[in-house]
């Protein structure tokens, strides 16, 4: 069953566990759907523990709810290896197209002024090999720009501790992405499966990540009042009375 948003009933129960687990562990300030900053990804769920008094700035962390094996995987791939696979294809793509233009010299399209920089019409031909290594490298491609989410979050340096949120027989705690901790779904809350590698980010990450806690946290309670954006912007600098007094 899925809500309004499209979002499962069992993943918005993963991000209710961690929420209520985070708290519990002294994570104070929280929100859903958090831009990351310096990484471009968005976080099911971000927190930080912040003193009382608003003074001290804890440790921060990043969680990702995931209720499928499948929609785990996308996220899993390690960018380091799969940008040298995507190198070595990108590589085997030139030399072989190389060697046709070569062997087929008629599919030159004479655009240039010196033999060796022409073009070749390869489009114009069926080669088996080479419609497979276009293909592998398209693959590896959109894996490199699509699927690294865990990889890149954690050597960003993100936050203090990254944790994968996992429903029963998800993942097993030894196939969680490198450096990520697991929390797997127990009765009514969540339990430690793998413990997370501890990350030194400087305080300036930490202030920056509790900032998109206030933002994301601002913009949904907007969602939910009926506040839209541009209403916001419109009264953006109005003078209200008492302000500056």
Known sequence: MATSRGESERHRDLKRRTLMWAQANGFSACALEVRVPRSGFRADVVAGAVSPSGTEVGEVAIFECKQERSDLLRDTADERKTLAQLQEVSTRR???????????????????????????DLESIRHDGLRSVRREEARL???LYGATKFDRLFRYRCADRHY??????????????????????????????????????????????LHAIAVAGTRRLNAELGIDWEAVEAARGRILPGVRD
Do not use: C, T
């Not at 072989?96 to 022409?118: I, N, Q, T, V, W």
């Not at 490198?178 to 305080?203: F, H, M, Q, T, Y």
């Open 94 to 120: 030139s030399e072989l197209e190389h060697m046709l233009g070569l062997h087929l010299p008629d599919l030159r399209r004479g655009d240039s002024l010196f033999a060796e920089y022409d073009q070749y």
């Open 141 to 143: 491609r959109s894996r």
């Open 164 to 209: 994968l949120v996992v429903a029963e027989g998800v993942i097993e705690p030894h196939e969680a992405p490198s450096g990520w901790g697991v929390l797997g779904a127990s009765g009514d809350g969540l339990e430690v499966r793998r413990l997370p590698e501890k990350v030194e980010i400087n305080p300036s990450a930490r202030l920056a990540l």
